[in-house]
């Protein structure tokens, strides 16, 4: 079966601070809980079936500011276990929603390093990270709030910086160490190119990939290679390439979204539209057929810039999908 679930950002409301917000979010105030909380109903009610937590923090930061702690690790970059908790998973289990099965993201091991380190890597120190989000998944799954169906691992920068220079087997290790769990593991890239070679890890699930903006990265993926592999697909079927998304529009019509509320108005109405998602599937399906098994946006809707546009991507996707299994 088929499954419809998200990659995890979203703006915040036009209103709100980023800086006020994060400050209050990770020591729980209640104003902070509660726009926590509408976001994640945001994206229920638009018809995701397998919700990330919302990031609404920095991806990499939300793990490096606990990793740089001198008192949350036993040695560098390795989290003590009773450190290893995100507030975005206390905020669910404070919450106490009757919540659909989740998908919680982490950012990769590799993510993290370039991110250290400027884009060097150092092997021993990308093991130790691997094994600190570990330690953060098993305490995800050891709260009781919330269950958690599958869980991703983001490596952005994989494929998509040329300059980058790392050991292939040392970073299938790295990433066996993370998915070591028994929940289904995808791995979100923003490229194919080493779509293989993160094959190469048996703890590794799903692959996913986003192919809306950039339909061509499907033809790099072998449905062969993922048979080989025992490997299942996740694909990205709407775009969330917000700034392009309007510019195209701008200048299709002449106008500037984000200062003409009647241009922007008419912009919501015509952003990835419901039959273009499900054109975008049926290609889909017909390539991977049941190698597919999550289907969702490319990537986070941080970058949307407002919650409304976020919204009508993700009620579109659902519309979409439904269209798509309708025909």
């Known amino acids: 079966m088929i499954k419809y679930d998200d990659v995890g950002s979203l703006p915040l409301p036009d209103t709100v601070d980023r800086e006020g917000f994060e400050r209050a979010f990770v020591n729980f105030e209640g104003w902070a809980l509660d726009i926590y909380r509408d976001l994640l109903e945001l994206k229920i009610d638009a018809g995701v079936q397998v919700p990330c937590y919302p990031q609404v923090r920095d991806m990499n930061g939300q793990f490096l500011k606990i990793l740089n702690d001198s008192e ?14 995100l507030p975005e998973f206390e905020a669910l289990e404070m919450l106490d929603l ?37 330690r953060f998944i098993r305490k995800a799954e ?23 220079e ?4 040392t970073f299938i290790e790295a990433l066996n160490i993370v998915a070591d769990t028994d929940r289904k593991l995808q791995i979100h890239l923003h490229s ?13 699930d799903i692959i996913d990939i986003g192919a809306a903006a950039t339909p061509e990265y499907l033809d790099s993926i072998d449905p062969e290679i993922l048979e080989r592999y025992e490997k299942g697909i996740r694909v990205g079927v709407s775009r969330t390439d ?24 008419n912009f919501l109405e015509q952003v990835e539209p419901p039959s273009r998602i499900a054109e975008r599937i049926e290609g889909v399906y017909n390539r991977f ?5 999550y289907l ?4 986070g809707l941080g970058g949307a810039k407002k919650l409304e546009l976020a919204k009508v991507i993700l009620k579109n996707t659902t519309s979409g999908i439904e269209r798509f299994l309708g025909d």
């Open 142 to 164: 050891s709260l009781k709030g919330f269950d958690i169906e599958v869980i991703s691992i983001d490596e952005p920068s994989l494929g998509t910086n040329p300059s980058l």
């Open 296 to 299: 969702g946006p490319d990537c």
């Open 242 to 265: 917000a700034l392009s998304l309007s510019a195209e529009f701008n200048e299709k019509y002449n106008v500037n979204v984000w200062t003409d509320e009647s241009a922007w108005n």
């Open 289 to 293: 057929g049941n190698f597919l098994e």
């Open 72 to 85: 949350s690790v036993e040695e560098p970059y390795l989290v003590h276990e009773d450190n290893a908790v």
């Open 166 to 169: 790392f050991d292939k087997s």
């Open 192 to 204: 194919p190119t080493f779509y293989e070679t993160v094959c190469r890890a048996e703890k590794v």
């Open 98 to 134: 009757n919540l659909p099965k989740m998908k919680i993201c982490v950012t990769g091991p590799l993510e993290l390093s370039v991110s250290e380190f400027e884009g060097r890597i150092y092997s021993d120190i990308m093991m130790n990270i691997a094994r600190s989000l570990n």
